[in-house]
DNA sequence: CGAAGGATTGATTAGTCTCAACGCAAGTGG
DNA sequence: CCACTTGCGTTGAGACTAATCAATCCTTCG
């Protein structure tokens, strides 16, 4: 099965034809885009977006110019659903690695929620869950210090790549530079790259090559105060791919 | 017109009677909340809330005690939809203030929603809203110093406040103690107590008996790198009581 | 071979936390 | 009515975390 099929399936038993329905649908949507494109400028009119493989964020600037990427977005999410009413919308939606995107409008939308009650209803789970992230975020940013920062956001990107059966072994990607992890967790590159040295310095993970490989992941996730109950909030994702 | 309606119409026009059913429908499900009571504790299956009147934060824990507030939602504010689908919720809702609650069935907000496609798109805005709010916390903690979140969160409280008439002259409610304050923006109450004392020799505000006096609110908003667009995404709130 | 983008290092400074004490005002019980 | 308690705000000193500024070192790629 495909990470977009895994993904919508985690919290919404759909049929066989429901979900070759909902393939057909992304597929015919869905369009390549190349590392660094911007999918949304501030400014435009928000759209909703279905993620069909690579990564994309988005990020939020300051007047003076400091940046925050606020989400990650990986393959099978779906996300800023209804943002079409806003006529500019204050952020950036940037790709980081190369992929495909389905871009929806609102009548594709509305189509899509008519197809069936179960994929409406895997769309309501969808913003449940983005929501529990964003908070988690928050806590990350406002509680933790540095290197639980970066021990904890390692552990969610592997957790949740590892849901759509995209990481291998103890092993995933991890395309960002060290500069725009640094945006993501809210730091400077410099003091991220101590982090990282001490996280590999303890055995804990290793960062090469833009792959992560988990070594310690128990060590990890202590570290960095990781519960994943924010990322399976109805307890049922996959037992059969329990990570680490 | 009550903060509650004036909330809910601030991005849909709604006829004189949708908006008396609407007051009606909040209103028989108003009950009354003291200050400190947990509307929902961490483990509990979700709810979806209609504020009515007083302050309720959304709190999260983490494992060893650390204490982030990660919502805030005042008059008029209609959270956690479809959260009753949550069995089990990360979080805890708590009210800072006496004040008065309707909190939902799952029924209830399906003939809410019913009741008119604008109440169904007000929530939607609802969400969007919210969405955009928690986008601009994360950039608060992950980019701002501390002397900018402390001005930042105070022009953003002033100004929902203000949109919903709760702000007179250039005052507004600020029943937070420092600690809770603190909690809010991911800093020490010690350190936050300087930054306010800061504030306060700058003369840009002042906070004395919790209520905050804004002195200099361009001057606030400057410190605070604020910029309003994501309070008011459609760029429509209301004209007639332009803040500071 | 040279250029460029990232990663790494070192030295210094600024920002924030920690811990501990003290002040003040409101409430409580004798 | 006073002594005591309690919760919150304020102050100070010192330690530590993370930012800053620059330089250097890799790779990769043309």
Known sequence: ????????????RLSVSAQSEFATFVQR???PI?????????GDRGK????????????????????????????GDIFDLHADLIPECGYR??????????????????????????????????????????????TNLGQRKALERVAHFFCEVFWRLNAIGLARENQCDMPFTQAELAEVLGMTPVHLNRCIQELRGRRVV?????????????????IGLFDPGYLELDGVIDGSREPV
């Open 1 to 12: 099965m495909n990470p977009v099929l895994e993904h919508l399936t985690r919290h919404v």
């Open 29 to 31: 949507l869905a369009k």
């Open 34 to 42: 190349a590392a660094d494109d911007a999918l949304l400028e501030p």
């Open 48 to 75: 909703t977006f279905i993620l069909v493989s690579g990564w994309i964020v988005r990020e939020a600037s300051l007047a003076d110019g400091r940046r925050q990427i606020t989400a990650l977005f990986l393959p």
């Open 93 to 138: 939606l940037r790709a980081v690695t190369d992929g495909e995107v389905a871009v929806l409008s609102r009548s594709d939308f509305q189509r899509l929620v008519a197809a069936s009650p179960e994929i409406a209803e895997a769309l309501t789970w969808e913003q449940l869950e983005q929501l529990a992230n964003q908070t988690e975020w928050l």
């Open 206 to 222: 290793e960062l090469r090559g833009h792959k992560l490989r988990v070594i310690d992941g128990s060590r990890l996730a202590e």
